[in-house]
Nanobody, 123 residues
Framework: VQLQASGGGLVQAGASLRLSCVAS????????MAWFRRPPGQERELVAN????????NYAESVRGRFTISRDNVKNTIYLEMNNLKSEDTAAYYC?????????????????WGQGTQVTVSS
């Protein structure tokens, strides 16, 4: 079972990026999913989560209105559309699959993790 995250890069402030996370080895269509990030020298934090149907989404206050999480259960893929990026968005971004069908808030509720993709925003 593998979660493969991609789409990170080096961009200027105000730019947009779209992260993707493809699952292989099993389907996660019945699982909540999420994006976390770990800024340099800081703890890992939840960015956004989504329930199994893609209808209930939660966002960190710092990204609400700029980031959008979505999923395509046919493709076994989740996405994170990031607009108006800021320097404080610089971090390694990780996708994760939850134990349950809802998008959990705590990282302890996620039992599958991707390898991370780096997003660096220059000001």
């Amino acid at each position: 079972v593998q979660l493969q995250a991609s789409g990170g890069g080096l961009v200027q402030a105000g730019a947009s990026l779209r992260l993707s996370c493809v699952a292989s080895g099993r389907t996660f269509s019945n699982n909540g999913m999420a994006w976390f990030r770990r800024p340099p020298g800081q703890e890992r934090e939840l960015v956004a989560n989504i329930d199994w149907r893609g209808t209930i989404k939660n966002y960190a206050e710092s990204v609400r209105g700029r980031f959008t999480i979505s999923r395509d259960n046919v493709k076994n893929t989740i996405y994170l559309e990031m607009n108006n990026l800021k320097s404080e968005d610089t971090a390694a971004y990780y996708c994760a699959a939850a134990r349950r069908s809802i998008g959990a808030m705590s990282d302890s509720e996620y039992n599958y993790w991707g390898q991370g993709t780096q997003v660096t925003v220059s000001s």
